[in-house]
């Protein structure tokens, strides 16, 4: 080989190397509200370029995502949270609105660019009033390195966004929730795959004690269920997220083993199930071998658990390619656990462990925070509250606001880290009065916090609900789960070996979830319960840390409240 030849080689395998290591993916997504049949009846929804649930981003662990966001809205601002993806060194790309950035307004353009750098199972969404309600949501799937492999082998994959769907718009919906009284907002009428679902028939009405009519779709349609097509003898690999705004979701596949792998963009220990709990804002992998009978075809469903469902399953086919997809399931589709059997769901998650090899929490934490949830009401209003705080946001991001130092932006007394120990969580609160705040949980960079999420009986009558905690610019360790209150002597039973890593857990009713992370990444970040009417409803609490060391954040990222001023002042507009 001569010389020349060895450098032509030598600059393109750097090049080869530099574009694999450094790629940037470039999207351009314009939001807007577009009229689809989402459940076979026409909607109003809000969708991406044309497309609803929105485009699937997808991309390599390095990979820098610049999305070029285009609010083409009549009348209101958005953002867009990429859920999962930790935003280190970006944090005012984690696309929340009053936290991280102001709204883009309509007409206006804002870039997100972020780098990927973990692979997994993500998605993104709204993070604007109820926008996430109103459709406004997508899958983010990040690959390992080309040339990387799985530890787990699989032949091929699907992925499934799961959403519930409401016949009121998300505007109606705040509304409600915001009036005196509140009006709820029920539960969703329709449970969509990928967007997908079937309000006034049934693709299973045959099989099941239904007043539906059985669906005469022919698969073209909209609202035709996406069929998992399958040869016999194979693994696949299924993604599922849940960007659902109420409904905690089971799903099942008829006659066949789910093999859970992943968890929020984390591997798990594998462990095998017949079906799988998924709460908003969670993600899995499954691996599923289609091993059964390839004469038949088989159903895929979900359903609602946790609440009293009065929403009909979702449903889709396996089906094995040896047969046409149109031949019917033998038997009826899989029979969702009880709502309220909860040990069902409890036996689920702690079988979730965090795959051998998985860093584990530090052994000690520098600062224990304990958050009492409970329902309240304000001056008529019902809200959700946190130590008896509920969350509204304030005008001026806070991003921008503890960069710059600015006073009377939000409350600068942080609130409270724990709660009076005499609080009786099986009972509704004797002093249901609470108080609305926007104060932070300031943490040092680098401090080990524990987070103790403790459930409690609702604002009237008997009863607790779930609620998915999820947290922005961090995973945690989940360092274990338990009944009634938190004890001292629980810290005994952490779970300090095989803690998995996630960004969302669940509290269950009357229980309580411990937590721990190490707030190492220079931002404000969110940590909220992902009902989207309970956050509307204040349940959420902000965390910042290191915000001194947050380099340049984007003037567009600030363009609003007293930091917008701040630049009009300083003559930057
Ligand atoms: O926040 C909520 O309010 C209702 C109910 O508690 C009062 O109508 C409900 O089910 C919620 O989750």
Request: charged letters at 15%; glycine letters at 8%.
């Amino acid at each position: 080989m001569s010389l020349n030849t060895l450098f032509v080689c030598c600059i393109w395998l750097y090049l080869f190397h530099y574009s694999v290591e450094a790629r940037v993916r470039h999207y351009n997504f314009d939001v807007e509200y577009m009229i689809k049949k989402p459940d076979c009846l026409e909607h109003v929804v809000m969708g991406i370029n044309g497309q609803f649930p929105g485009p699937t981003i997808r991309a390599e662990v390095g990979d820098t995502l610049d999305i070029a966001l285009t609010n083409k809205l009549h009348t209101e601002g958005t953002v867009i949270h990429w859920h999962g993806i930790r935003q280190v060194g970006t944090p005012w790309a984690d696309g929340t609105a009053a936290i991280s950035q102001c709204a883009i307004n309509p007409g206006e353009t804002f870039h997100y660019r972020f780098i990927v750098d973990r692979p997994g199972t993500y998605f993104y969404h709204g993070h604007y009033g109820m926008q996430r309600a109103s459709g406004l949501y997508g899958s983010l799937i990040v690959d390992l390195p080309k040339g990387q492999n799985e530890s787990f082998h699989y032949d091929g994959e699907f992925n499934l966004l799961l959403s519930d769907f409401y016949h009121t718009n998300s505007h109606e919906q705040e509304v409600g929730l915001s009036s005196k009284p509140m009006r709820w907002i029920g539960e969703p009428q329709t449970l969509l795959i990928n967007g997908r679902g079937q309000f006034n028939c049934s693709v299973a009405a045959k099989f099941i004690n239904t007043t539906l009519p059985q669906c005469k779709l022919k698969g073209g349609e909209e609202c035709a269920p996406q069929i998992l097509h399958v040869e016999p003898n194979k693994t696949y690999r299924i993604r599922i997220a849940s960007t659902t705004s109420l409904a905690s979701l089971n799903l099942a596949i008829s006659n066949h083993k789910l093999i859970v792998v992943e968890a929020d963009g984390n591997y798990v220990q594998p462990f095998s199930v017949d079906d799988l709990d998924i709460y908003s804002g969670e993600s899995y992998s499954v691996l599923i071998n289609t091993d059964q009978n390839p004469k038949k075809n088989y159903w895929l469903s979900i359903g609602v658990r946790g609440r009293k469902p009065n929403t009909p399953q979702g449903l889709t086919i396996l089906n094995y390619k040896t047969i046409s997809a149109s031949v019917f399931p033998s038997s009826p589709p899989p029979i969702t656990p009880l709502w309220n059997d909860l040990n069902h769901s409890k036996t689920f998650t702690k079988k979730i462990i965090a795959k051998m090899g998985t860093p584990q929490p530090p052994e000690t934490s520098n600062r224990r925070i304990l958050l009492l949830n409970t329902q309240n009401s304000f001056n008529g209003f019902t809200k959700w509250s946190i130590n008896n705080v509920s969350l509204t946001l304030p005008t001026t991001p806070y991003l921008g606001s503890i960069k710059f130092k600015l006073n009377n932006t939000f409350d600068k007394n942080p609130p409270p880290e724990t709660f009076p120990s005499d609080y009786d969580i099986f009972n509704p609160p004797v002093n249901p009065n609470t108080n609305i705040g926007n104060g932070v949980y300031m943490f040092q960079l680098g401090e080990v916090i524990d987070v103790i999420l403790q459930n409690a009986n609702q604002l009237s009558g008997n009863g607790s609900e779930i609620h998915p905690w999820h947290l922005h610019g961090h995973d945690f360790w989940v360092l274990g789960y338990g009944d009634g209150k938190f004890n001292e002597g629980d810290e005994k039973k952490f779970n300090l070996t095989h803690a998995p890593l996630r960004n969302t857990a669940v509290i269950f009713p009357y229980g309580w979830t411990a937590l721990r992370f190490r707030a190492d990444n220079p931002g404000v970040w969110a940590f909220h319960c992902h009902i989207e009417p309970h956050l509307h409803m204040g349940m959420g609490v902000i965390f910042a840390e290191g915000v001194d060391k947050v380099k340049k954040i984007p003037d567009q990222a600030l363009a609003c409240g007293i930091t917008g001023k701040m630049f009009f002042n300083q003559g930057h507009y």
